[in-house]
């Protein structure tokens, strides 16, 4: 079994940034893959970026230029920086961890990020 624990989640203006953290702790082997996803109320969850233990990433065309995502896989741990944010990009954050030789999707409980002014 492998706990995710996503932190760093706040209110803040519009154009403010806020760093989220997802670390992974249980039986892990290596992290082969990393992923934030979001849901705001109403709508459903939707995939922000991803990165791979290659270092390869993707984002949503919403958040590419303003967001960057960053891993540290030895540690187990990844990070979201969330620049110049908007009140649509106002959601819960997930992060979703996957382990080499598990086939099973580790979720965290999410972490609230509301942008308004």
């Known amino acids: 079994q492998v706990q995710v624990v996503e932190s760093g989640g706040g209110l803040v203006q519009p154009g403010g940034s806020l760093r989220l953290s997802c670390a992974a702790s249980?039986?892990?082997?290596?992290?082969?893959?990393m992923g934030w996803y979001r849901q705001a109320p109403g709508l459903q969850r939707e995939q922000v970026a991803t990165?791979?233990?290659?270092?390869?990433?993707n984002y949503a065309d919403s958040v590419r230029g303003r967001f960057t995502i960053s891993r540290d896989f030895p540690k187990n741990t990844g990070f979201l920086q969330l620049n110049g944010l908007k009140p649509e990009d106002t959601a819960v954050y997930y992060c979703?961890?996957?382990?080499?030789?598990?086939?099973?999707?580790?979720w965290g409980q999410g972490t609230q990020v509301t942008v308004s002014s």
């Open positions: 249980g039986s892990i082997s290596t992290i082969y893959y």
């Open positions: 979703n961890v996957r382990v080499l030789g598990d086939t099973n999707d580790y």
């Open positions: 990165v791979t233990r290659f270092g390869i990433t």
